[in-house]
């Protein structure tokens, strides 16, 4: 049983194409975290976010904590926006994170 | 304000040897966490160390893995007699508070391969 599910697990997009990921989880948690892996291998932190939505750039993350739902969307993507993208609870209970097992995401010219 | 550091970068062992990986948090950052994403899997949590002290080592096997965060220096992740199967990806990820409830910034990972 996974804590947390995302979808789809891989993803091709023409650039300037609206994409849309998703996370799905089943711990109770205060906030949720949106992880980017280049294919180098480096991990950054897009978003933390507890409520409602964040916005950074063309990057949009939205949560509903009662569905136990959130979502990535990215705009007028680009293929320099091609990577993994992970989604990241910390349990309310417990010191660990889950993560979901990723989207490989490629933006095509 | 540097970023989290890890090192080395890459790091070849013969079935037997030892590891050590190490881990500087970013200035200021009390938390540490350590993870290890397989060949193509996914991020698993190993430990969460505080300065001095081992906060939850629940993702870590209990055998030949060890971590430490001393009062001085780098955090270390240390496995003994390696096989095959440590081969991964290892990040450590710092933060100011408990994970939970702050961002983590992750360093560049340790790419371990076991010969």
């Known amino acids: 049983k996974n804590e947390v599910e995302q979808s789809p697990q891989n993803l091709t997009a023409q650039e300037g194409e609206f994409i849309t990921i998703n996370c799905s989880y089943s711990?109770?948690?205060?906030?949720l975290h949106w992880l980017q892996q280049h294919p180098g291998g480096g991990i950054v932190s897009l978003f933390m976010l507890s409520s409602g939505k964040k916005k950074h750039g063309r990057l949009i993350a939205t949560i509903n904590i009662q569905e136990k739902h959130s979502s990535l969307h990215i705009t007028a993507s680009h293929p320099r926006d091609s990577a993994v993208y992970i989604c990241?609870?910390?349990?309310?209970?417990?010191?660990?994170?889950?993560f979901g097992t990723g989207t490989s995401l490629t933006v095509i010219p | 304000n540097a970023g989290v550091m890890q090192n080395p970068r890459h790091l070849v062992r013969r079935r037997g040897q030892e590891a050590r990986l190490r881990c500087s948090p970013m200035?200021?950052?009390?938390?540490v966490y350590w993870y290890r994403q397989l060949p193509e899997e996914g991020l698993k949590f190993m430990v969460y160390?505080?300065?001095?002290?081992?906060?939850?080592e629940s993702g870590m096997p209990k055998e030949r893995f060890s971590a430490e965060f001393p009062k001085e220096g780098p955090s270390i992740l240390r496995i003994q007699q390696v096989v095959r199967g440590d081969s991964a990806a290892y990040f450590c990820?710092?933060?100011?508070?408990?994970?939970?409830?702050?961002?983590?910034?992750f360093g560049p990972g340790t790419r371990l391969t076991v010969t």
């Open positions: 990820a710092s933060s100011p508070l408990r994970g939970g409830f702050s961002e983590q910034y």
């Open positions: 711990v109770g948690i205060s906030a």
């Open positions: 160390l505080q300065k001095e002290n081992i906060i939850d």
């Open positions: 200035k200021g950052h009390s938390h």
């Open positions: 990241a609870v910390p349990p309310n209970t417990g010191n660990q994170f889950y």
